[in-house]
Nanobody, 119 residues
């Protein structure tokens, strides 16, 4: 059974920092592209950052230089270090694992963790 479990969300003041974690089980983690998505109320879910099995990263323009995504393959864990948080970063953040193998797509989601940036 595949499980992606996020943790680390919560309330934070503007300019503050949070670190989100995603613990994966039930998948061969090192083969998966891992990503963080977020969804704010009334908005579509958007990709915040992702990281390939080899460690190549990609970021949403609005979070570049503020967020850092990383992965620890032996520990089946992905992190998102968020700093200089802004009000507009408020959203539910979701962990995603994606992989393609012989034409089949494998795509899994965590349950989400709320990040609330407020003064």
């Amino acid at each position: 059974q595949v499980q992606l479990v996020e943790s680390g969300g919560g309330p934070v003041q503007p300019g503050g920092s949070l670190r989100l974690s995603c613990a994966a089980s039930g998948i061969n983690f090192s083969l998966y592209r891992m990503g963080w998505y977020r969804q704010a109320p009334g908005k579509q879910r958007e990709l915040v950052a992702d990281i390939t099995p080899g460690g190549i990263t990609n970021y949403l323009d609005s979070v570049k230089d503020r967020f850092t995504i990383s992965r620890d393959n032996p520990k089946n864990t992905m992190l998102l270090q968020m700093s200089s948080l802004k009000l507009e970063d408020t959203a539910v953040y979701y962990c995603n694992a994606a992989h393609m193998w012989l034409g089949a797509k494998f795509n899994y989601w965590g349950q989400g963790t709320q990040v609330t940036v407020s003064s």
